[in-house]
């Protein structure tokens, strides 16, 4: 069975917490973490690790945002972008136009 390769964006305390569970499934692989936090990207060496998405190099078929809401429009605009699917905590958005927004393109990206 192939492995879903997952990427983690915020490795906080609820990003801390989703690693952890994700790292209990067979089929999937944390491909890398991205945190802005450096001193929270130690504790991942074992993972490719990034502290700016633009420098994210790696192949994923996921991504899990696990930052502050005040992010979630942009970073998951960045990622549906790239055709990728996402993992969003809630709230979605800071207002329900950019969660309408957001909608559309994944579904114009097919996500």
Not at 19 to 35: F, H, K, P, T, Y
Not at 44 to 55: E, K, L, V
Not at 64 to 79: D, M, Q
Request: proline share 1%.
């Amino acid at each position: 069975m192939k492995k879903i390769k997952c990427l983690i964006v915020g490795c906080g305390y609820w990003g801390e917490k989703i690693i952890a569970n994700l790292q209990r499934l067979e089929n999937v692989e944390i491909s890398g973490v991205c945190d802005l936090n450096e001193k929270l990207l130690n504790k991942y060496s074992n993972f490719n690790t990034f502290n700016n998405i633009n420098d994210i190099n790696i192949d994923y078929d996921c991504v899990f945002i696990i930052t502050r809401v005040k992010s979630h429009f942009s970073l998951t605009e960045y990622f549906l972008s790239k055709k990728k699917h996402v993992f969003l905590e809630k709230p979605m958005t800071l207002n329900s136009r950019d969660a309408r927004k957001l909608n559309k393109i994944a579904n114009k990206n097919n996500r």
